[in-house]
C-alpha cells in the first residue's frame, strides 16, 4: 500500500465531482451567479492551503466511508443542497469516472497527468476567483513537488492501492454502458488495441541478436490488435499538453448520465460504502478534515439563498431511487454494562486497573493532536 496514494484520490474525485455538478447547475438553469458561488465555493474549501499542507503528507488513503462523508460535507459547502439519493449518485459517478480513469492508464504515472487534467479544468472553474486560483496553483506545486521525480515503481504501487480502493465498485453508469466500455454487470471493458505509452514500440516483432549484441535477424508476429503510439510525452508542467483525454470532462457533451446498482446483485456482507453510518476512525477522520476546512458558517442570508439540486432528470426519479435505497444494515450488537456491580471479582480488579486521564477541555485543538485521534 502506498502512502501517497491521498491526495491524488482527493483531488481526482473532486475534479469528477465539479463536472457533474457544473453540469447539473446548467441542466436545472441555475442562475449564473448562485451557480458561479457553489463552485467557487466548493474549490475554496476542498483546496483550503492547511488541509493541503496537512494531505500531501505520507499517510493511508481514508476509508470509503470517510471518504463518502467528506465529500457529502464537500458538496454543501455552499448554498446548494443535496438529497441522500442525489448525493448517492453523484458519488457513484465520481467513484466510477475515476476507476476507469486508472483502468486506462497506459502505464502507472499516467496518474498524474490525469490528476492534472482534472487540475487543469478547476482552474478554468475559478478564472474569475483570484484568491481561490491561487489555491489551486498552490496545489499545481504540490502535485508536481511531491510526483514529478517518482519512479514507475512508486506510480504503480499508488495505482494499486487506487485499484484495491475502488475494488467491488461495479455501478453502472449509461455513459460508459451507451460506449459500450462497460458490461451490464458494472464492470468495464478494458481495450486490446490503440494507442500505446510514450516510448513503447508496437508489437509484432521479434529480434535476434549475437553474441557481439548485434541484431542478426528479426520476424514478425500478428500481435492480435492495432496499436498506435504517441507522437509526444504528455506535459507535467503547469500549463502544458497532457496529451491523454483521461480527466477531461466527459459531460461536456449534454447528454443525460444515470447511475444504478446491477440487478443480479449477490447478497454479501454489508460493505463500508453500502452504510452511511461511519465507524469512529472516519468519524474521527471527519472531524479532523472538517477542522482543516474551517468549517461551515451559515448566515441567513446564505440560508435564504440556498436552493436544491436534483442529479436525476425529474424530481420523481430521484423520489424513486430513494425509496429504493437499501435499508440500513442491522448489526449484531453485543452490548456489555460495566455499570452494574454483579461482575466477578476479577473483573472488578481488571476495571480497576483502566486509568483514564482527563483532557484539558480548555486545551486548543491542536493538528496534530487532531491527527493523532483519526488512527
Not at 504517441?230 to 499538453?241: L, Y
Not at 461511519?278 to 441567513?300: F, R, S, W
Not at 436544491?308 to 430513494?322: I, W
Not at 473483573?347 to 491542536?366: C, Q, R, T, V, Y
Request: aromatic share 8%.
Amino acid at each position: 500500500m502506498s502512502l501517497r496514494t491521498l491526495p491524488l484520490l482527493f483531488i481526482n474525485l473532486g475534479g469528477e465531482m465539479m463536472y457533474i455538478l457544473d453540469q447539473r447547475l446548467r441542466a436545472q438553469n441555475i442562475p449564473p451567479d448562485k451557480a458561479k458561488k457553489v463552485l467557487h465555493d466548493i474549490v475554496g474549501t476542498m483546496f483550503n492551503r492547511r488541509f493541503m499542507d496537512e494531505l500531501f503528507k505520507p499517510q493511508e488513503a481514508y476509508s470509503k466511508k470517510a471518504m463518502r462523508t467528506v465529500f457529502d460535507r464537500l458538496a454543501h459547502a455552499s448554498i446548494m443542497r443535496l438529497n441522500s439519493a442525489s448525493m448517492d449518485k453523484l458519488y457513484d459517478l465520481m467513484t466510477m469516472a475515476f476507476k476507469y480513469q486508472v483502468s486506462l492508464c497506459l502505464r502507472p504515472s499516467d496518474i498524474l497527468l490525469v490528476t492534472l487534467n482534472h487540475m487543469d479544468a478547476l482552474r478554468t472553474f475559478v478564472e474569475e476567483a483570484p484568491a481561490i486560483k491561487a489555491q489551486v496553483d498552490n496545489v499545481f506545486r504540490l502535485l508536481l513537488t511531491n510526483y514529478g521525480e517518482l519512479s514507475q515503481g512508486e506510480f504503480h504501487l499508488i495505482r494499486q492501492t487506487l485499484l484495491g480502493f475502488f475494488q467491488d465498485m461495479h455501478i453502472r453508469v449509461s455513459i460508459f454502458l451507451k460506449d459500450k466500455v462497460q458490461n451490464t454487470n458494472g464492470r468495464f471493458v478494458l481495450p486490446c488495441s490503440g494507442p500505446l505509452p510514450f516510448g513503447a514500440e508496437i508489437p509484432g516483432t521479434i529480434r535476434l541478436y549475437n553474441a557481439e549484441g548485434n541484431m542478426s535477424n528479426s520476424v514478425n508476429f500478428p500481435s492480435g490488435g492495432t496499436y498506435s503510439g504517441p507522437v509526444k510525452e504528455g506535459c507535467t508542467e503547469i500549463r502544458g499538453d497532457r496529451v491523454t483525454k483521461l480527466g477531461t470532462n466527459m459531460y461536456s457533451v449534454s447528454r443525460p448520465v444515470e447511475a444504478s446498482l446491477p440487478t443480479s446483485k449477490v447478497t454479501a456482507a454489508p460493505s463500508d460504502l453500502e452504510s452511511n453510518n461511519p465507524d469512529p476512525v472516519a468519524k474521527a477522520e471527519l472531524n479532523l478534515l472538517a477542522h482543516l476546512m474551517g468549517g461551515i458558517k451559515e448566515t441567513k442570508a446564505a440560508q435564504k439563498s440556498e436552493f436544491r439540486l436534483n442529479l436525476f432528470s425529474t424530481d420523481e426519479e430521484e423520489e424513486q431511487a430513494a425509496a429504493m435505497r437499501p435499508p440500513e444494515e442491522s448489526y449484531n450488537v453485543v452490548n456489555i454494562d460495566a455499570s452494574k456491580k454483579q461482575q466477578s471479582e476479577e473483573l472488578n480488579k481488571i476495571m480497576g486497573d483502566f486509568h483514564i486521564e482527563s483532557s484539558d477541555p480548555n486545551a486548543d485543538d491542536d493538528l496534530l493532536q487532531l491527527m493523532d485521534s483519526a488512527y
